[in-house]
């Protein structure tokens, strides 16, 4: 009696695991948008340009006088290049080489199959420095998780970085990621049904007036079509926030290179309050407060935030 009972309830759990699975199938199926590879034919359509990477093609632009220092624009979280928008001509204008990049897992840069941590974009920027010939230091520059990249990159390659700029950087303090986002499978389910369909509408929260750019977010969505990018925004959330990132903040804070950081008071993605934090650890930042921006000032109020950028690396 006890056996069948066991076995009647073990083949309920498999039945109303097998109803849960299919359901969350369709249901991922539903709200997929990944219905495209990134293939040779998409590449050479493109605007911009592409290299392979010891972990994939990497596709980026660069442009300026090849004799001028160069200034490399990394991305956040999950918006492309064209974040850089507003950024990359005036700073080529101001006589800089310019140079701006596609993370893998966004835009059209590849999505591999591997863990999106700390690990793979410091070898991304590195292999692409190397691919480009950029062996002279650079002026690296980076916005939200782009500038925990950046600072990752200065502590550990000190000898290729000449100066960085801050924009409104992620300070991720090892904290444990929520079990949900941790356990696999259930983990994939909330990223197909909720997380990465919510993410156009959210980048709406990164702006003072989003009304004003409609074509911002068109051009975030074109890049969701493509496959792998739900693993790799799932992956970065779990292998990249995961970590202790402030001793890297610490080793640039220690190494006394110049630091510029620009903040918006009005951020709602990465809190003004966490500016105190990261001048703690690099006390030499020359430090921007921006009443009434938020978090891409950069681009929502270049005429402010460029001739700043352009004022600190002309004197450094």
Known sequence: MRSRT?????????????????????????????HADITGSVRRSA??????????????????????????????????????????DPLVKAGFRV???DLYGRGLSDRPRIGYDADLYDRQLSDLLDALGIRAPVEIVGASMGGEIVVT??????ERVRTITLFDPTYVTGEPMPWEVRLPVVGEYIACVAFVPSLPARQRDDFVHPERYPGYFAKYEEQMRYRGFQRAILSTVRDFF????????????ASGKPVLLVWGEQDRDAPFETSKAVIGDIPQAEFHALEGEAHVAFYE?????????????NRN
Do not use: K, Q
Request: glycine share 8%; aromatic share 12%.
């Open 47 to 88: 605007a911009g340009s592409f290299v392979r990477l010891a972990d994939g093609f990497t596709h980026y632009e660069i442009a300026g006088p090849e004799n001028a220092r160069t200034v490399v624009l990394v991305h956040g979280f999950s918006v492309p290049y064209f974040l850089w928008d507003h950024t990359f």
């Open 99 to 101: 140079l701006r990049y």
């Open 242 to 253: 995961s970590r202790d990132a402030r001793p890297d903040f610490r080793r640039v804070g």
């Open 6 to 34: 066991l076995s009647a309830l073990v083949s309920s759990v498999l039945g109303v695991t097998a109803l849960a699975g299919g359901y969350a199938v369709i249901n991922c199926v539903r709200h997929d948008r990944e």
């Open 153 to 158: 990159f200065a502590a550990r390659h000190p």
């Open 301 to 313: 109020s270049p005429e402010i935030v460029n001739p700043m950028v352009a004022r600190f690396l």
